[in-house]
């Protein structure tokens, strides 16, 4: 029997495409008894986006986005990306009560992103309210408002319910669907393919996963990318590249002063990877920019310089650091040696780590 504790059980530690082939009869069956119908009417909007999450998606092979739609029995009404209709023809599309609302890119004033002539912040409002299941925010723009709402735009953009991980986004902090859930949140830049369908699986199964206080899933959002990282025991060895000429894995180096992010970062991206499970940032020599992390990009800049270069990191107000900063640099330094010393303890617990 697929129980919430199972599901999330499974869910963690399979593929979205594994776990598809083992439950979508249980799946079909969820939609016709809470439904009536079939299929869940699914409505997918953009704000200012690059269409990155929905290309993240149609890129998955197991299973590729035809196979996801017919096992999760998903009616999308609405995807500019990917819809035929267009003009008026499209835009009637959205005269439904959705079960589902998912949105990809930032939320920025009225005038500086439509849909048809309507502001899609008016789009997303009307929607979300008549929403009966939940909103989800996918990617980093959704979520949080990510490099729109970086410092120095001038469109006043945020996500769906949080603001650089405050709350109080485009729909306000209090905000909850029909089904009384607030928004899922799904960062990433893109968001990860797994993560969307098997978040939309969840829902649909009426397994609604417990969300932490950035309205993240746990059972994905839980881990430390620095504790999974493949390159985690050069860190402990004290082993780290100092340029990228040694960022192959023949030189077994961790990329920690290359200015990697996995340590302020929390995501299941490490061991669950991307490609079908082959790859991930770091494997691929490239540091992680910590774009799974609610103060992506402002936070984690600049990037490529180490946690303990980084103001916002460590908590210093740029504007008004001074000697501060120094003392709080130096700080930082110590307890990474502190960290170090500690991680080269043989008798160190694996909670410790």
């Known amino acids: 029997m697929l129980n919430r ?18 439950y979508s009869s249980d799946i079909v069956k ?4 809470a439904a009536q119908e079939k299929g869940v009417k699914l409505v997918w909007i953009q704000g200012q986006s690059d269409s990155g999450c929905t290309i993240s998606l149609l890129q998955g092979s197991h299973p590729d986005i035809y196979d996801a739609i017919m096992k999760l029995n998903v009616d999308i009404r609405f995807h500019p990306t990917i819809m035929a209709a267009q003009g008026e023809e499209a835009m009637a599309a959205l005269n439904i009560e959705p079960d589902v609302l998912v949105v990809e890119g930032a939320i920025p004033d009225p005038k500086f992103a ?8 008016d789009i997303l409002k009307e929607l979300a309210a008549k929403t009966k299941i939940a909103v989800v925010a996918v ?8 490099i729109p709402a970086a410092n120095g735009n001038v469109t006043n953009s945020m996500g769906v319910q949080y603001h650089k991980g405050k709350k109080g ?18 960062p990433g830049d893109p968001a990860h393919p797994d993560h969307i369908l098997l978040t939309l699986s969840a829902v649909i199964l009426g397994e609604i996963p417990e969300l932490d206080e950035k309205g993240r899933p746990k059972f994905l959002f839980s881990d430390n990318i620095h504790d999974q990282c493949d390159r985690r025991g050069f860190y402990d060895k004290g082993e780290f590249a100092k340029s990228f000429h040694e960022t192959d894995f023949s030189h ?12 302020v970062t929390n995501s299941d991206c490490a061991y669950r990877k991307w490609n079908s499970g082959i790859n991930v940032c770091m494997n691929g020599g490239a540091p992680c920019i910590g774009c799974f992390n609610e103060g992506f990009p402002d936070d984690m800049s600049p990037l490529f310089e180490t946690i303990e270069n980084v103001p916002a990191l460590i908590g210093i107000n740029v504007a008004t650091a001074g000697k ?7 700080l930082g330094i110590a307890a990474h040696a502190i960290r170090r010393g500690v991680s080269k303890n043989p008798k160190r617990t694996e909670e410790e780590k």
């Open 5 to 22: 504790r199972n599901f999330l059980k499974l869910a963690g530690t399979i593929g979205a495409g594994m776990f598809l082939d083992i």
């Open 324 to 330: 501060i900063a120094v003392a709080a640099t130096a």
């Open 252 to 263: 077994e180096k961790c990329l920690y002063k290359l200015g990697c992010r996995g340590p």
């Open 139 to 146: 990617g980093a723009c959704a979520t949080y408002g990510g």
């Open 169 to 186: 986004g485009a729909l306000g902090a209090d905000y909850k669907s029909k089904a009384g859930l607030p928004v899922v949140n799904l």
């Open 114 to 121: 439509t849909m048809g002539d309507r502001p899609v912040i």
């Open 30 to 33: 969820a939609i016709e008894q």
